[in-house]
């Protein structure tokens, strides 16, 4: 069969590199010249940043990508298990971490929150047992309301609990923990689908599971070693990756698709779309437009390079605002920019000296912004600059502003431009709802013979790890149709 992958972004290389390998005649279509889309590096006097994803988890699914292509993964790119994997700070002063053992991060947050650790080991327990039966029943392959379906979400209802699917995460932990410090841990989680924790279903505190339980790694050089390791896989498969051309236009004739690109045309029998599933739909000739309350959150991003070196900060950091509710509430409700953000702060010249200069740190940080293009102006981005600037001055008892030597800054403007992530929103749709959690796009289009979507934007959902996850759900959907 002749294929051809949109967009070079860790989905469509993964899919590519599986596809390849079944002996199908595979084409990558890449508007930049380099791979990688939201994962892509950003380089500057001196320092080098990821652009975008700094906490990478799961990563024995990324080597079943190199496995399945009968490679060793190691002889593509290697990792390291993190011992201490976030450093929570709070309005306080004081912080907490989060380790490789749980029984370790127990014990750190008994000692600064007063939550006494035997609760917090039974509450773990609960989410991790509700994670492996979602694991089983929502990730892998489609969602189909068919028999065995029914059954293993009766089983996982029984087990999350009515109350977890029709409470908020935050009215939920509000009850069930009851502890400021803790519930903030757990609330914190919902983001990393881009959604809010006082809209999303209590039972997705399952995500909780994965930093808290199967820890988190560094690659070895960043994470931009991700992409790059696929596309050297995917060159060594045969796959014929074209750089600089950005698609125009997807149209079918017959049963022939036809991909319009910036510089050629391409013909394929099988069209695979790792371009956001909203713009995918745009390049169909849809009229698509979605609103900004079903989009997941999008981000502002400092790239700092500071001329100092501060040893109460680890490789991930987050420092959380005086007022969550108030944070989500302007986020989701008043669609601005938050006036007190939490603020992600990640410091991978903790790890990878050369990223920054000698006795210097290049800090990612970043804030949680509305999915628009209408936000972003010279004053909204200084005037947040200012209140990121203003808490981590207070909170690292430092003025950080004559620190930062240089800079670039990501908008949900520049995200979109440069990855065509939709209104700038990191993993498509929110997940606010189960209806929305449920509803997510299947990886096979259902009217279109031969269209399927790869990525952080369908199913199953966000982030380096189910992106991976559903090239390996596309491709056996493809296995299964052809
Ligand atoms: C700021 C930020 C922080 C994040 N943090 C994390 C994190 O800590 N951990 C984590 O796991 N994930 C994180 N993510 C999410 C993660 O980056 C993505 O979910 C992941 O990289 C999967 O991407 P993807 O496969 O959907 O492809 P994308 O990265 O979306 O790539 C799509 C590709 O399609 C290309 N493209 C778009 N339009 C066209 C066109 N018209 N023609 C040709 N090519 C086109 C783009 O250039 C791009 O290369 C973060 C993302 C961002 C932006």
Redesign the pocket.
Known sequence: MKIVV???????LSVACRLSSLGHNVVV????NSP????SVVKFNGYTFDA????F?YPEWLDDVFVFCNKNPRDYYTYKKLNLVTRYFFNDKSYFDVFDDVNKTAKSIEAVSNFPSSKFLKLINHWQLVYQLSEETFLSGKIKFNLPFIKASMKWFLKSGFYSIFTSMAIYNKKVINNNKVELLFNRFATYTGSSPYKTPAFMNQLSVVELCKGAYYPDNGIYSIPKSLEKLAVDMGVDIRYN???RAISKENDSWLIKTSKSHFSADIVVS???YC?TRK?MGEQFNLPTSKLSTS?I?FYWGVSKTFKDLKLHNVFFSDDYQKEFSQIIDDVIFPDKPTVYVNVSSKIDSHHAKNNCENWFV?VNVPSSLELTSKKSVTKLRDAVINLLSVKLNESIKELIECERI?TPNT?SDD???YKGS??GVNQNSLFKIMNRKDNKDKFDKGLYY????VHPG????L?LLSSKNTVNQIIKDY
């Open positions: 949109l967009g070079a972004g860790i989905g469509g279509v890449e508007k930049n990688g889309g939201k994962a975008g994803p700094s906490l988890t051309n950005q698609v790792n371009i956001d713009f390049l981000g991003v970043m990501l995200l990855t065509g992530a990191i993993y790869v990525g952080g934007t966000g982030g380096i790890p992106a």
